[in-house]
């Protein structure tokens, strides 16, 4: 049974609108699982969160405090990209405005420069973050653990045959310690992140193992839309969010454990 959030001061609730971006097409290897993460921390911080699934043709809602986006195959790349166009502007604004944003897997690649497909297919990104990606034959797939400073460990499960490539100055998410795995299998690179943007090859899903990523997001959207980020917890809440950390680093460990 859910544990309620606490009210603030006068009964006050603090709102934090989630939206879930193409949860149709983008949405394999359990990448709704990350939406189901924040929303249940969001509660357990005392917040009140609102999810909105904006498919192809949704409006945005009123707020956008964070957006989520999963993976998909190529088909479901070619389904969504003309409506990501479109959004391409808005989304470019909310990035540059400091609006937290995961992308997993093929939205990450689609907000590179461009993904040309294994067919020879070239299909524009909409250029959040600098990189490009091109289909290759091999796949790379797998228990990851990659490393980060200012995550730590991050540890997910990659499934791509898409070889993303940085370009000069951008920041990855992390770096792996082998060759044919990460980014492209050759720099040990995993991930991208542009201010409050991140994008990485990690299912899973992702955030259910990795509370201090679900935290950063929580916190930007927190600090953009109220201020501050100011849990207001009672026992229950800090018993539960403990209890889900615990799990979690089980989670962690048993994945990393397991060979590729």
């Not at 290897?29 to 924040?38: A, E, F, K, P, Q």
């Not at 091109?134 to 995550?151: K, T, Y």
Request: proline share 5%.
């Amino acid at each position: 049974m859910q544990t309620p959030a606490p009210a603030g001061r006068d009964g006050e609730t603090r709102p934090i609108d989630v939206v879930s971006l193409y949860p149709r097409d983008m949405n394999i290897y359990g990448d709704s699982g990350n939406v189901l993460t924040v929303t249940r921390r969001l509660a357990l911080y005392g917040y009140e969160p609102h999810v909105h699934e904006i498919n192809q043709g949704d409006p945005w809602p009123g707020r956008v405090d964070m957006i989520l986006g999963g993976g998909g195959q190529d088909t479901g790349q070619k389904k969504i990209i003309d409506d990501l166009f479109r959004r391409a502007d808005d989304l470019r604004a909310f990035a540059a405005d400091g609006v937290p944003m995961l992308m997993i897997c093929g939205l990450y690649q689609l907000f590179g420069d461009y993904f040309e497909t294994i067919d020879g297919t070239r299909l524009d990104g909409i250029g959040i973050i600098g990189a490009h990606t091109i289909g290759r034959d091999v796949r790379m797939i797998g228990n990851l653990v990659e490393h980060s400073a200012q995550f730590g460990d991050v540890i997910g499960y990659e499934n791509h045959s898409g070889q993303t490539f940085l370009d000069d100055g951008v920041e990855p998410l992390g770096h792996v310690d082998h060759d044919g795995t990460g980014n492209n299998g050759e720099d040990h690179t995993e991930g991208a992140r542009v201010n409050n943007v991140i994008g990485t090859y990690m299912h899973g899903s992702l955030l259910p193992k990795n509370p201090a990523i679900s935290d950063f997001l929580i916190r930007a959207a927190a600090e953009r839309r109220h201020g501050a980020f100011e849990p207001r917890q009672g026992d229950a809440q800090r018993d539960e969010l403990a209890r889900i950390d615990g799990v979690a680093a089980r989670a962690r460990k048993v994945a990393a454990s397991r060979p590729r």
